[in-house]
């Protein structure tokens, strides 16, 4: 590089142009001694003559000076150049900023930490354990009842404890009383109940949740038939509805057989024999339950406990039941009713796809398969019955009725009208009619829930298999039956539209 070339252009460079806030540090670092004769010609202007005079006579004298609106711009920045924007990541002053280590202290810890919210327990084991009022109430009825008692109750004292305390229908006493004493030392004292009772959150359960766990076995999360013999056997001692039977075991036994197949019959929904909490809550026992302490008459509960109804099971069984075996066969069955059946229909109760039977002996059905039978053949509206007759027509088991199906049950007894001379229907008539009762979803074949849909379900099974009633129904007021149809039918979807 020519160095007297430079100097020679060194004196017309104008001050100004050393203002630029853009310039690059590059073109300022090429050699010292440029930036030394820049400095030089800075000293050697009359105006950095007066500017140092000033600063050197206020530090004299000790004034505060701010002359720096004097300098030139570039002598006003850091000691270090502006840096370019392109260059800044790998620029010297970054790296030695980025030497030191970053904070450790997070802006997010600043902010106050929320309490934590307490959850309060929602789910117990075994229990919601009672309020404290709750719980002193009834302590305060237990110490009453077990004042006299000091040394605890026998199983005939037990029943007050039952019914005032415990809110629970008399005949359940001696169930409660195993219950707490499994030892069977005949007695429960105070601090037992106060432990199986209070302590075991029994207290605050629901009427189905107490009863559920009084009579289930210990381990069993489900009521077998079994477990409800406790309870009959208190009813037959001490209802007075059913005292004359107290001097008949026999019937005593039958009695307490029916009142258990009938409860598993309409509550047992899945048909296992292991009735549930669910169950148990779903159905009418609990209320029928608690009515048999409030009357005496026993026929007057008509869901399960009325002797009179067991009366017309029993007889019925017991004259189908020629050699009086406790079984019955397809040819006892068959006169049901005055031969009202067809054999179509006993054909497939027999081959037991409507429902397994208990009965050991094949080919024959025990009296607990006939109190199946009766209860859906006597009451063909309920729903265990519609779906035990909707298996029976069901021929492939495919979930919907078909014409075809109906029609094979319709053709014995269309052939039984014509035996007794009575005017034969064609069946095309008869479908128009069943279609027009039902009104299924579609028009060639009938579900299950098209049959709970209707009041008039039960005519439809009457109509295929049981000439009797098929007969007795025809008698009546078709337009009357039509009315009644349509209301129900209204009522049914409107109910199921309120629950949606």
Known sequence: MDIDGVDDDLHILDPELLQLPGLSPSPLKPTS????????????????????????????????TNKSKNLPSVFLSSSTPPLSPRSSSGSPRFSRQRTSPPSLHSPLRSLKEPKRQLIPQFYYQHGRPPAKELKEQCLSMVDQV???YIDGLHVDEFKSITKQVCKLPSFLSPALFRKIDPNCTDIVTRDAFIKYWIDGNMLTMDTASQIYNILRQQGCSYLRQADF?????????????????????????????????????????????C???????????????????????????????????????????WELDGDHDCFIDKDNLIKYGNNALTYRIVDRIFSQIPRKFTSKVEGKMSYEDFVYFILAEEDKSSEP????????????????ITSNEMQFFFEEQLHRMECITQEAVLFSDILCQIIDMIGPEKENCITLQDLKGSKLSANVFNILFNLNKFMAFETRDPFLIRQVSLAYQWSFYSTQEGKK
């Open 33 to 64: 001694l440029i930036a030394d004769d820049l400095f030089s010609q800075w000293l050697s202007l009359p105006e950095t003559a007066t500017l140092v005079k000033s600063l050197i006579d206020d530090a004299k004298s000790g004034t505060p």
């Open 385 to 400: 019955s519609l779906e035990y007759w909707f298996k029976c027509v069901d021929l492939d088991g495919n979930g919907v």
């Open 229 to 273: 013999k406790p309870v009959l056997d208190e009813l037959l001692a001490t209802h007075p509805g059913l005292e004359f039977l107290r001097t008949i075991s026999e019937f005593q036994e039958r009695y307490a057989e029916t009142v258990i197949y009938r409860i598993f019959y309409y509550i047992n929904r899945s048909g296992t024999g």
């Open 275 to 317: 009735l549930t909490l669910r169950e148990l809550r779903r159905g009418n026992l609990i209320a029928a339950m608690q009515q048999l302490d409030e009357e005496d008459d026993i026929n007057k509960i008509i869901r399960y406990f009325s002797y009179e109804h067991f009366y017309v099971i029993y007889c019925k069984f």
């Open 146 to 148: 077990f004042s006299n």
